[in-house]
């Protein structure tokens, strides 16, 4: 329990930290906002007022504090450039990244499993080697070419699926899942790979314990002692890297919205960032962080679902 | 050793699969050193074309005839642009992971060295960065400084530092309590000394090897910060740049994002394989 | 009941061929022997000397040449999923260190249940209550509290306890044990051996017990075959050996056993040197190199076993212990 707690607060300071690195930056981006929003033949004093309205000439640290008390308060505030609650913007965007982030992970994990347990059980064969190159090749592949050569084969020459562009759940199911497809599966065909590896290295490991030989001479069959002796043993490192994939994804997969036009976390950001909209930044890194967090804790809890020595606190004997 | 850049993807290090040994070796040498050479070279050449000249008799034209490997859809030679785009890469590629191994160093041996206050406000200040939407941090330095070779290598190499950091100090703390250190200690060295003298030639070939897997992550990220405008200002070229440039004719001249996609594969296939053959090196040993 | 019937376990010229990486080792090297139901065999050797590939041969978990005879079944003959059903029902095996050869994220409940609803297709409850009345058999106290607990949470002597309820799991004709104490507090040895004998006897099973202390086989075992380097060097009834022994290996393993009625600081009489690399096996009696009495002959031509008067009694020595000499 004590251990949990540090944790817990070793991440509240990551995340005021982390907001507040962000206060401070985007207060040192050179264009003026007030400038922005007044248009060109703005005078003197209209920008003083605008800055006045917007709270921009106070102490950056004294304008981070009453945001946090705004957050406190639950009110995220207005965006500059759209007057929109930041709450609801993040809102109509959380969707679609989670969808993406759902899907290629699911894809990933598809991929990576039955090749982690395969290449571990059968290790030096073969079809060991013949998927480690084509792994390898993988890793080496940007996954932002992988999504054009996605394009230009599934959706310019076979004309399979659509090239951009999002369709609403309401709308549809398939036409949702279609344009999610590609850009899903151009991230998780480069996030597999690791996966694999982790999960391969780890289960050739634990493949070598004593309690495997004994699953052996019980006389189990291969898959039973794969699946229910070594795997779950084995699924420490994977977890962790899987955390770490999903936690970057939101908000990260910058490069593969903006490549399908998926209206996501991601574009939200670096839109906002462009656009100098303070309190859409502010939201949405927010929320990149409390993911971050979130994903860090669950993270943990797995390592207490996959370990009974780890939810007991107790060491060995 | 598993990383990443939040928002950006990950550095992963690799097993590279089991060929035959000689052979991909020297391939991944020769290409490196074809590279490097294109990338001195460029301007000393005596090229049918220049840079930003515009072929508007050929626009996005196909490889072979005139222009070797096509034009782009400005009509400018895609050859041309490759060679001296390899600068970009190359530079970007070996400053960044080197600049962030500086900082990992200056940083990461201490914190090895001194548990106590010093050692967590530098874990700490590490955590906070790799939670950090790096985006942010790249875009609001591109802003401030404006896009360039220089920025997007300053900036690259700040956000690996906190990995560098880690792995530095994991390195490091490994021979906190071996023998040859106890040793200098009796004989009276600092531990200054002990550091630079006895631990850093010990950790120089893991961190190497690292850095250069990190380098291939390196060149990808440019192609990444190209499509948001953030590389080397047009019209200069970068391979990522041409990739984001082939985006809008994918469908009419395939050819112009795919060459350098595939010189960027290659050259990233080929870092990757040398850092394997090097981490496998050190971690035998 | 006729020979044939007698005969759980009759193995012909048994060799374990492995690749290393300077070439084949042969760990096991062509060694026979057969086991009596009900009986007890002792397998002594130092560490190295081939006595757990032995029996992961006969469990059919390395590959391996020549016949074992189970039951009348030709091992060797069998598909994997036939060579399964023997190995997890027909043979039960416990291993050295229960620390480690217990699953650590399965319950116990689960890791004594899973043999039988595998190869006996119990249903959940019939093999709880199986697990229940195994766990009070093997001498775990409150054994209804223990069903749920993982292996962390007990005592080394309690796991291995629960590694012979595994075991015993599917009532198996044979048992392999191997160095099932060495790992395991001095008191704590004794009972589990206490507890493995008494099984035996209750059950009626053979038991191969593996360990590289003579001294821990004596009251336990009726045949006993002392390996090294891969081979076997001698062979005989438990009595036979210990009142005649023959081969200077087997009296050094002797002179080795610490004694109540030692004098205070004696020093025990130690092997000298290591067994031999099995890449680097000496061309006559693997022994040679260490033994006091070897003469010319030992080191250049490898001893055949012979029989020793009594027909069960074998050795293989060409300067074996004068009968006077024995016994100490």
Redesign the interface.
């Known amino acids: 329990m004590h251990q949990l707690l540090k944790k817990l607060l070793h991440l509240v300071v990551v995340v005021l930290a982390v907001t507040l690195l962000t206060f401070v930056m985007t207060d040192r981006l050179p264009a003026d906002v007030a400038a922005e929003i007044n248009g060109r033949g703005a005078t003197a004093a209209d920008l003083g007022e605008v800055r006045e309205r917007l709270g921009l000439n106070r102490p950056v640290l004294i304008r981070y504090a009453s945001w946090l008390g705004d957050i406190c308060r639950g009110k995220l505030g207005n965006s500059l450039a759209t007057e929109q609650p930041v709450a609801e913007s993040l809102r109509s965007h959380l969707p679609v990244t989670l969808e993406l982030l759902f899907l290629s992970q699911l894809f990933a994990l598809l991929l990576a499993i039955p090749a982690g347990i395969i290449t571990a059980w059968r290790a030096g064969s073969r079809l060991d080697r013949l998927t480690g190159t084509f792994a390898f090749g993988c890793a080496s592949l940007p996954n932002y070419a992988l999504a054009m050569g996605l394009v230009l084969l599934f959706s310019l020459k076979l004309k399979l699926l659509p090239a951009t562009g999002y369709t609403p759940m309401s709308v549809g199911l398939a036409a949702n899942l279609k344009g999610f497809l590609l850009p899903a599966f151009a991230i998780a065909l480069v996030e597999w790979v690791i996966l694999m590896r982790v999960l391969r290295s780890d289960l050739i490991a634990t493949l070598k ?3 495997i ?9 291969a898959w ?1 002692i794969l699946l ?2 070594a795997l ?2 084995s699924l420490f490192t994977f977890i962790t890297v899987l955390g770490m994939q999903a936690a970057s994804l939101i908000g990260g997969a910058v490069i593969i919205e903006t490549l399908f036009a998926l209206p996501g976390i991601g574009r939200l950001l670096v839109n906002a960032i462009f656009a100098q909209d303070y309190p859409l930044i502010q939201g949405a890194v927010l929320l990149i962080t409390l993911a971050y967090v979130l994903i860090n804790f669950l993270v943990d809890l797995c390592y207490g679902l ?4 780890v939810r ?1 606190g ?1 060491a ?2 | 050793m598993v990383s990443s850049i939040p928002g950006l993807g990950r550095v992963v290090p690799m097993a590279s699969p089991d060929l035959k040994k000689g052979f991909t070796f020297y391939a991944a040498c020769g290409w490196l050193a074809l590279v490097v050479l294109c990338a001195l070279g460029a301007g000393l050449w005596p090229l049918p074309f220049t840079l930003d000249q515009i072929d508007s008799e050929h626009l996005a034209a196909w490889p072979g005839g005139e222009h070797l490997l096509g034009t782009d859809a400005m009509g400018r030679d895609v050859l041309v642009r490759l060679l001296f785009g390899s600068r970009v890469s190359l530079i970007v590629g070996s400053c960044a992971p080197l600049l962030g191994l500086g900082v990992g160093l200056l940083l990461g041996m201490p914190a090895a060295w001194c548990s106590g206050w010093s050692e967590r406000l530098i874990m700490t200040c590490t955590d906070v960065i790799l939670a950090f939407p790096a985006l942010i941090f790249l875009l609001v330095f591109a802003s401030i400084l404006g896009p360039s070779l220089i920025t997007i290598t300053l900036g690259l190499g700040l956000l690996l530092s906190p990995r560098f950091i880690r792995v530095v100090r994991a390195n490091t703390a490994r021979f906190r309590k071996s023998e040859f250190v106890l040793a200098a200690r009796i004989s009276g060295a600092g531990e200054g000394s002990i550091l630079l003298k006895e631990v850093l030639p010990n950790i120089m070939g893991p961190l190497l090897a690292y850095s250069l897997v990190v380098t291939g992550y390196v060149i990808v990220v440019e192609g990444a910060l190209a499509f948001l405008g953030l590389s080397v200002p047009s019209p200069a070229p970068s391979w990522g740049g041409m990739i984001a440039a082939g985006r809008d004719v994918l469908e009419e001249a395939p050819h112009v994002a795919i060459i350098p996609m595939a010189t960027m594969f290659l050259t990233v296939l080929a870092v990757n394989l040398l850092g394997d053959r090097l981490r496998g090196r050190y971690e035998r040993s | 009941m006729n020979g044939v019937d007698k005969q759980l376990l009759d193995i012909r010229d048994l060799t374990v061929e492995l690749r290393d990486r300077r070439g084949p080792i042969l760990p096991v090297d062509s060694v026979s022997f057969s086991l009596e139901r009900g009986k007890t065999l002792a397998i002594v050797g130092e560490s190295g000397s081939g006595k757990s590939m032995l029996c992961r041969a006969i ?1 059919g ?1 390395v590959p391996s040449h020549g016949s074992i005879l189970f039951n009348g079944h030709d091992t060797g003959k069998l598909s994997a ?1 036939e ?7 027909e ?1 039960g ?1 416990v ?3 229960p ?8 319950t116990i409940a689960s890791q004594i249940m ?2 039988m609803r ?2 006996l297709g119990l249903g959940a409850r019939e093999s709880r209550e199986k697990a229940l009345a195994l766990m009070g058999a093997v001498g775990i106290p409150h054994p209804q509290e223990r069903l749920s607990c ?1 292996p ?2 007990l ?1 080394g002597g309690m796991r291995q306890r629960v ?1 012979i309820a ?1 075991a015993l799991a599917c009532d198996p004709q044979l048992l392999i044990a191997d160095e099932p104490t060495t790992a395991l507090d001095v008191t704590v040895q004794s009972e589990i051996l206490g507890l493995l004998s008494r099984l035996q006897q209750e059950r009626n099973m053979s038991l191969i017990l593996v360990s590289h202390d003579l001294g821990v086989v004596a009251g336990v075992a009726d045949e006993i075959a002392v390996m090294y380097a891969g081979r076997i060097v001698e062979l005989g009834p438990a009595g036979a050996i210990f009142e005649r022994m023959r081969m200077r290996y087997t009296q050094a393993l002797f002179d080795a056993i610490p004694r109540i009625d030692d004098p205070p600081h004696r020093r025990l009489p130690n092997i000298p040197d290591q067994p031999p690399d099995f890449a680097a096996l000496p061309p006559g009696c693997r022994f040679a190199p260490r033994c006091a009495s070897a003469g010319e002959i030992c080191r250049n031509k490898y001893p055949p076993l012979v029989a020793d008067g009594d027909e069960r009694h074998s050795y293989a020595c060409w300067f074996p212990c004068e009968l006077k000499e024995a016994g100490r």
């Open positions: 314990e004593d309690f030989l004994l699953a052996r001479c019980k006389g189990l069959p039973r229910v002796h779950r043993p996959l370990d009974p020595r007991t107790g060995d004997g | 469990l978990l999923s060579m399964n059903r023997i190995r997890g029902r043979i095996v291993l050295q260190n620390l480690s050869s217990l699953n650590p994220v399965m899973e043999p595998c190869h993982y962390h949470q005592s590694a595994i």
